[in-house]
């Protein structure tokens, strides 16, 4: 019993999953982008490209939530001035116009180029642009990019401000409901447009940074002369609006064991726990001590004093003592009817996807951990699965749900392999596949052809499966066929010999006629290889030369070239599962 399987990359390193989740409409009815923050591979031009237009992408998108969300504080500050007594207008606008001074003004037109590239983005989903001749396009050239660009930055970060964006209000709020309706991940976004960059196949948070400009992020990874097939970095979306506890950002580490391949057999544990930063959330400050929850990195850390002291000071939690949390804010159901249930999903959707890549092997298992992160509206986004997940006690939470996994692992494993009804702990069945049914083999006849050698002072040891035709220059054409023929020297033409001759034996392999012949070396006459099963190698067509040694007799070298055909019902694809195939 071997606690790992082979291949797994396509689920477990940065750059799989992120090619694995392209790939999953063609497994499931599923959109990854609605549960995995879209993500990208920076190790080729090409890749690099797909990544720059979606990052101007989300600068028009958030150009529009700015004027959203300016217009919406200004009314909240208007409200509050009201409640407060201050009922003066002048008040505010000299208040306004204090602030104007401090601050840029930028055209209204960036408000239009923004919606044109939010438009044209529509239309792009819709197909609109099919019909449309590449030059009649009206993209943006880079200069127009590079000036958008920098106009968003001192925008979104206070240095800058729209005057009379109230003007553009309905505009931006038509174009934003259009987007929220076609992409999943617009709430999200936010309006920074903040990426996190992580090495492809690292893990425990090592390297991993958040970059809010472009040309930073193209830069970071120019100063890695690597070759592509390397995936040195990716770019994943940050999400930059999760769900906080005590104004501080957590994440989820979700335990799920796999028990086969072929059929797929996914256990998912019921109980998980939720992992703190030592610090309080801010988009201000794109430190990793902020960010990035792992306990990798926060253990070096200490708690920021202005943390709440409700937090724990190991920083984490159970999935019990969080479901007791939300209970007390009247959302106790929101675990059971949204975050559990969505967990499973997407675990369930990424292993169909990943199933063609692993390398199954029975009598294996493996357990993995799965770090998802809470939105604000509690859905559960998949941030990355870690193989051999750590089961260090390195807290009171870790040191009992870590050793409770262990051992229920080994029951799920060990035990019911022994007694289908024996407990299984915590483990829950998520997913088995039905079984695939294998096709049936077509098979070839065997043929050998060769050329003979010998002389005439010594005789031959008979060979199996072969006759000789007329001779050709002292030399004789040998042929043999399955159901093979054996030179008969009354009547010069071949006998049949019994098909059971031929077939495999569990201790001795083929049988070579009367006897085992070992100057022929051919692997049919010696123990089959155990990775091919009989009914591939009862299909395999031999081409052989055959020459005679002149002290033992004759001896046959095979050069052996086979070809396979697979047919039935099942097609390639349940081919591929057929056992032994490798």
């Known amino acids: ?253 979700q335990w799920f064991l796999v028990t086969d391949w072929n059929p797929l057999t996914i256990w998912f544990y019921k109980e998980s726990y939720l992992r703190f930063s030592t610090q309080r959330f801010s988009l201000d400050n794109l430190d990793s001590a902020i960010h990035l929850c ?40 929101l675990w059971s009817s949204v975050i559990y249930p969505s967990m499973k999903r997407a675990i369930t959707n990424i292993m169909k996807v990943a199933q063609d890549h692993v390398e199954a092997r029975k009598n294996s298992f493996e357990l993995y951990g799965a770090d998802f992160i809470l939105s604000k509206d509690f859905k559960p986004w998949l941030i990355e699965i870690n193989s051999s997940p750590t089961m260090h006690p390195s807290t009171p939470v870790t040191a009992q749900l870590c050793a409770q996994v262990q051992e229920d692992t080994i029951k799920v494993v060990v035990d019911r392999k022994l007694n289908r009804n024996c407990d299984i702990g915590n483990f829950e069945l998520l997913w088995r596949q039905p079984t695939v049914e294998l096709p049936p083999f077509s098979g070839s006849d065997l043929c050998v052809e060769g050329v003979s050698f010998r002389k005439a002072r010594k005789q031959s040891s008979p060979i199996c499966n072969f006759h000789f035709a007329m001779p050709l220059s002292g030399t004789q054409l040998l042929k043999g066929k399955c159901p093979s023929a054996i030179p008969d020297p009354a009547r010069g033409l071949p006998r049949a010999t019994p098909p059971q001759a031929l077939r495999l034996r569990d201790d001795k392999g083929f049988a070579c006629k009367s006897r085992t012949n070992w100057n022929i070396f051919n692997s049919f006459c010696r123990a089959p290889p155990t ?40 097609g390639p694809w349940a081919a591929r599962r057929e056992p032994g195939l490798v």
């Open 1 to 253: 019993m071997l606690n790992h399987y082979g291949k797994t990359a396509s689920f477990t390193t940065k750059i799989g999953l992120c090619v694995s989740m392209r790939s999953l409409p063609w497994y499931v009815q599923a959109n990854p982008d609605s549960f995995f923050p879209r993500c990208y591979g920076l190790c080729t031009d090409s890749e690099k490209q797909e990544f720059l237009d979606d990052f101007r992408r989300t600068v028009a998108s958030s150009i529009l939530k700015w004027v959203v969300s300016h217009q919406s504080c200004k009314a909240k500050l208007k409200n509050r001035q009201e409640e407060a007594g201050d009922s003066d207008p002048s008040h505010r606008k000299d208040a306004e116009h204090t602030d104007a001074k401090m601050l840029t003004g930028l055209p209204g037109q960036l408000i239009d180029t923004a919606c044109r590239v939010c438009q044209a983005y529509l239309g792009q989903l819709e197909h609109e642009d099919v019909d449309v001749s590449e030059d009649a396009t009206e993209d943006l050239t880079e200069d127009e990019w590079n000036d958008l660009t920098k106009q968003y930055y001192s925008l979104v970060h206070g240095d800058a401000f729209i005057p009379n964006s109230r003007n553009y209000l309905p505009q931006c709020q038509a174009l934003l409901s259009k987007i929220t309706a076609v992409n999943p991940q617009t709430e999200i976004d936010g309006i920074r447009n903040i990426w996190i960059i992580k090495p492809a196949a690292k893990s425990r948070g090592r390297d991993i940074v958040c970059m809010d400009r472009v040309e930073e992020i193209l830069e970071l990874v120019a100063r890695d002369q690597v070759s592509a097939k390397d995936n040195r970095w990716v770019a994943q979306k940050y999400i930059e609006t999760p769900l906080l506890i005590y104004d501080t950002k957590f994440d989820i580490r």
């Open 294 to 333: 792992n306990n990798s990195i926060q253990k070096h850390l200490k708690n920021a004093k202005d943390r709440s002291p409700l937090l724990p000071c190991h920083n984490m939690w159970t999935s019990t003592k969080f479901q007791e949390y939300l209970q007390r804010r009247g959302r106790g159901t």
């Open 531 to 570: 990775s091919m099963s009989r009914s591939v190698l009862e299909s395999l067509e031999l081409s052989t030369g055959m020459k005679c040694d002149p002290r033992e007799g004759c001896a046959l070298h095979l050069r052996v070239h086979a070809s396979l055909m697979l047919l039935g019902k099942g």
